[in-house]
Nanobody, 128 residues
Framework: QVHLVESGGGLVKAGGSLRLSCVASGRTFNTVGMANHNMAWFRQAPGKEREFVAVITWSGDSIYADSVKGRFTISRVNDRNTMYLRMNSLNPEDTAVYYC?????????????????WGQGTQVTVSS
């Protein structure tokens, strides 16, 4: 059993910042470790499909969607099984439910099909 739990969402004004957290637990993380997983953030706005935001791969690369590049920073602390998303210069278009996803040793990372495990999501609302 794998659990991913997101937190840190909320209501913020345009131009503000938030930091999301995703804590992973369960057998695969206890044995393989977060370092050996692709860990990603996706988001889903009302009426839209879930879209890729950022990933930190098992090989250590950080990759971002063009829409958040330069504003968001993904990171993780492996020995805490915790991943973060620092979001700066938020705008109303960033409003969505943010989900973390995980897959061990994934070779692809850009779509929701590339992940085996998901959290329940955390709401981010940016007011203008």
């Amino acid at each position: 059993q794998v659990h991913l739990v997101e937190s840190g969402g909320g209501l913020v004004k345009a131009g503000g910042s938030l930091r999301l957290s995703c804590v992973a637990s369960g057998r695969t993380f206890n044995t393989v470790g977060m370092a050996n997983h692709n860990m990603a953030w996706f988001r889903q706005a009302p009426g839209k499909e879930r879209e890729f935001v950022a990933v930190i791969t098992w090989s250590g690369d950080s990759i971002y969607a063009d829409s958040v590049k330069g504003r968001f920073t993904i990171s993780r602390v492996n020995d805490r099984n915790t991943m973060y998303l620092r979001m700066n210069s938020l705008n109303p278009e960033d409003t969505a439910v943010y989900y973390c996803g995980a897959r061990s040793y994934g070779s692809t990372w850009a779509t929701s099909l590339d992940y085996d495990y998901w959290g329940q999501g955390t709401q981010v609302t940016v007011s203008s």
